[in-house]
């Protein structure tokens, strides 16, 4: 009977787990929010990072920046602005004004309730809603999605008076809550600026007018706020603001002014990933210009290492790698192939292979065709000027390619191969390639040849192999290579906590017991020689 209940109570139970299954499209029955609820729940949270001082709630608003920018329409702005602010509040109509109106977005003006009247005078709001008239971070952070609204709809000038009336009153209020929203707002009031300058830039181009772009006016108002910033200790806000004012510079091809920007500041250690690889990457290209190839690739390979995602910032990423590409060819290095293969790269990287190809191989001819061919895309990227001193490592390249071939070649016939303009050229490219260590070779002036280092050939004067640079080179690079392998297995090296201890208490008994002994020695108690047992037997 008993087994017969127990598998009567197990079939019921199976039953009831049967009949309850549990839901297998739980996530696709959650509502999606429209960007107008989305935009309100936003604002709790800003009213809630306010109230209790906790900045990680503006952050998690931050972050959402992105996906709701691209569901952005003036209908969802108006009913957010609306739900915000009282009726006929100075700040409701001031912001419903830069928000482009339709006919059906009339019609619900027209329409429109008092948001505030639901609120008793002396009434607390409830928990999870919005004050009648609420704090200024919510109040910027209205601003900040109208200015992305007019910056996608190409609305430049509109945008830059509301980015500008925005500014002034985030230094008004001067909040600390504020920091983080602001640092947004500086950054895209110099993105209108960067588009009113190349909107300028391109009407200025077809009048045949040239003109100064209005993004140099902006800098006077930069300066100002990173210095505020900095005296504040707003690690965002200063971040946004030194790499503006970094691009602001090489815009104008200002690199000693960036220069001295970068060394009497400070970049703050706390920003995040993306200003910072920002940062790191004009910085290298402000090294690259000044000749500082192994630093600028440094900052450069540092910058695509903490850059997002390829798929996420495909435009910077293939704006870093062009100038990585160039610095490494300065250095001597040859890229990797598989770099060219990169899904996002690929048609990115397509003219810069050419000059790759060209420089690997020493054909002058190739670099100089590749160089017209794509001198515009070059001249925009802004990597034209750092290409042509790749002429020299060209012609670095073929001279080697020959020493390597020929034992013995004419000055005429190195001027024909590398496609010089005279002999008289080709011999002092030869002498300094001679002098640098490029190749082991030697010119004969009277005879118009150079004549290659030949191994081998012992008391003629060239000697072999092991009286070259090359087996110092080889050896130092193997020493280098364990001795950074010694420094990072050292770095890397963990040790469990409190082992320590343990030794300490060991040693503590050995030293308990020498004393123990010492004193028993002394006694007479452990004597050797007194002890006729120990005596061997005869």
């Known amino acids: 009977m008993a087994g017969e209940q127990k598998a009567t109570s197990s079939k019921d139970d199976t039953t009831k787990m049967q009949v309850d299954p549990a839901p297998k499209d739980a996530k696709d029955t959650t509502p999606t929010l429209t960007p107008a609820e989305e935009i309100r729940a936003n604002l709790v949270l800003i009213e809630r990072a306010v109230s209790t001082l906790e900045p990680r709630f503006t952050a998690r608003v931050l972050r959402s920046l992105t996906t709701l920018r691209k569901r952005l329409d003036a209908a969802a702005l108006s009913e957010a602005v609306r739900g915000a602010f009282s009726k006929d509040g100075p700040v409701r109509q001031a912001l419903l004004a830069y928000i482009p109106t339709t006919g059906t977005?009339?019609?619900?003006?027209?329409?429109?309730?008092?948001?505030?009247?639901?609120?008793?005078?002396?009434?607390?709001?409830?928990?999870?809603?919005?004050?009648?008239?609420?704090?200024?971070?919510?109040?910027?952070?209205?601003?900040?999605?109208?200015?992305?609204?007019?910056?996608?709809?190409?609305?430049?000038?509109?945008?830059?008076?509301?980015?500008?009336?925005t500014v002034d009153k985030i230094q008004q209020w001067n909040r600390r809550s504020l920091d983080a929203i602001a640092a947004k707002v500086y950054f895209y009031l110099g993105r209108l600026y960067e588009m009113d300058n190349n909107v300028d830039a391109t009407t200025n181009g077809v009048n045949g007018i040239k003109k100064a772009g209005e993004l140099a006016e902006i800098r006077p108002l930069l300066l100002a706020a990173q210095r505020t910033a900095s005296l504040r200790h707003d690690d965002e806000l200063q971040a946004t603001l030194i790499n503006l004012l970094l691009r602001n510079y090489l815009h104008y091809n200002l690199y000693q002014q960036a220069d001295k920007l970068v060394s009497k500041t400070k970049f703050p250690d706390s920003a995040g990933n993306a200003q910072l690889s920002r940062y790191l990457y004009y910085l290298g290209r402000i090294r690259a210009v000044q000749l500082s190839y192994t630093e600028a690739h440094t900052h450069l390979q540092q910058a695509i290492r903490r850059a997002p995602n390829a798929a996420l910032a495909p435009g910077f990423y293939q704006t870093v790698h062009k100038l990585f590409l160039v610095v490494e060819l300065l250095m001597g290095d040859i890229p990797e192939r598989s770099l060219f293969r990169h899904p996002v790269l690929k048609g990115a990287l397509g003219s810069y292979l050419k000059i790759v190809?060209?420089?690997?191989?020493?054909?002058?001819?190739?670099?100089?065709?590749?160089?017209?061919?794509?001198?515009?895309?070059?001249?925009?990227?802004?990597?034209?000027?750092?290409?042509?001193?790749?002429?020299?490592?060209?012609?670095?390249?073929?001279?080697?390619?020959?020493?390597?071939?020929?034992?013995?070649?004419?000055?005429?016939?190195?001027?024909?191969?590398?496609?010089?303009?005279?002999?008289?050229?080709?011999?002092?490219?030869v002498g300094k390639a001679v002098r640098d260590g490029v190749i082991d070779a030697r010119v004969d002036h009277g005879k118009g040849w150079m004549e290659s280092w030949?191994?081998?050939?012992?008391?003629?004067?060239?000697?072999?192999?092991?009286?070259?640079?090359?087996p110092r080179e080889a050896f130092g690079k193997r020493i280098g290579f364990c001795l950074e392998l010694h420094n990072e297995s050292v770095k890397a090296m963990r040790y469990p906590l409190n082992t320590h201890r343990k030794d300490l208490a060991t040693a503590a008994e050995a030293r308990e017991r020498e004393k123990e002994l010492a004193k028993e020695i002394v006694e007479g108690e452990h004597d050797d020689d007194d002890d006729p047992g120990s005596l061997p037997d005869f």
């Open 454 to 470: 030949r191994r081998g050939e012992g008391q003629s004067g060239r000697g072999d192999l092991y009286e070259s640079a090359e």
């Open 357 to 429: 190809q060209a420089v690997r191989t020493g054909d002058l001819a190739q670099f100089q065709s590749a160089l017209q061919a794509y001198t515009p895309q070059f001249t925009q990227d802004g990597t034209y000027t750092l290409i042509l001193r790749l002429r020299h490592n060209v012609i670095k390249t073929g001279v080697r390619s020959l020493s390597i071939a020929y034992s013995r070649i004419s000055l005429k016939d190195i001027c024909l191969k590398l496609h010089l303009d005279s002999e008289e050229d080709a011999e002092y490219i």
């Open 105 to 165: 977005e009339a019609t619900v003006a027209s329409m429109d309730v008092d948001s505030g009247a639901s609120t008793a005078p002396g009434a607390t709001p409830a928990k999870g809603s919005i004050p009648a008239e609420p704090s200024p971070e919510s109040e910027v952070y209205l601003r900040l999605l109208i200015i992305l609204h007019l910056l996608d709809k190409a609305s430049v000038a509109k945008g830059k008076e509301l980015a500008h009336e």
